[in-house]
């Protein structure tokens, strides 16, 4: 039994006391939730909403890492600084990171491979933007996405890696994909997946589905067989909302 997660990406939004602020607010509506939940503030606010989370089954997840654990890399957070204040998850080629920041399938790979290294949960980010869905080629480019960015993945514990399936077309544009299409190409990914290590291996793994989760639409999109839980953006920024999803 894959237990769900929903995880609130909350992008470049919020101040460390804003941060804190949101997450008080959140606390009491979740506590108890079926559902494995984890925050992804910014990096600056990541010690913040850590001291808020204390006592809580909360987990704190950052938005990328760098491939290396020191050195002049300018900009750069690495898997060992994440760690010491206390992430435990770590959002890894986010279709904002691919388009604006040129994240290639290959830096994810290598993103990803380290942040296992360094007993970090990446949560792995692919999908299609419109003009590919549109051209018919879905999931021949997940599918490469999937293949290139999970190389070299053999012999890890399917708990500790976390698949995103975010449709760029569905991103903060309150368009959702169908349940039945995001089911659809999530199946896909776990077939890919099996292909690349083991059935067993494709049947433990989570992946969530993302792109304009609400709570109106939530409980539809996660009780879809394949797909286990969201990657929740817009929504998971509001309290109310977010804590709706949560408890789906
Ligand atoms: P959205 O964002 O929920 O605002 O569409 C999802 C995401 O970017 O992960």
Known sequence: ???PIIAGNWKMYNTPSKTRALIDELKPQIAGSRAEVVVCPPFVCLPAAKEALEGTDIKLGAQDVYWDNEGAYTGEVSPEMLKEVGVEYVIIGHSERRQYFNETDET?????LFAIKNCLIPIVCVGETLTQREQGITMELVGKQITIGLTGLNGVDPEK??????????????????????????????????KMFTCEFADKVRILYGGSVKADNAAELMNMPDIDGGLVGGASLKAKEFSRIVNF
């Not at 994810?108 to 990803?112: D, E, G, L």
């Not at 698949?163 to 903060?172: D, K, R, S």
């Open 161 to 194: 890696l976390v698949i995103a399936y975010e449709p760029v077309w569905a991103i903060g544009t309150g368009k959702t994909a169908s349940s039945r299409d995001a089911d659809e190409v999530i199946r896909f990914i776990r077939q890919v997946i099996g």
């Open 108 to 112: 994810v790979n290598k993103k990803t």
């Open 1 to 3: 039994m894959r237990r």
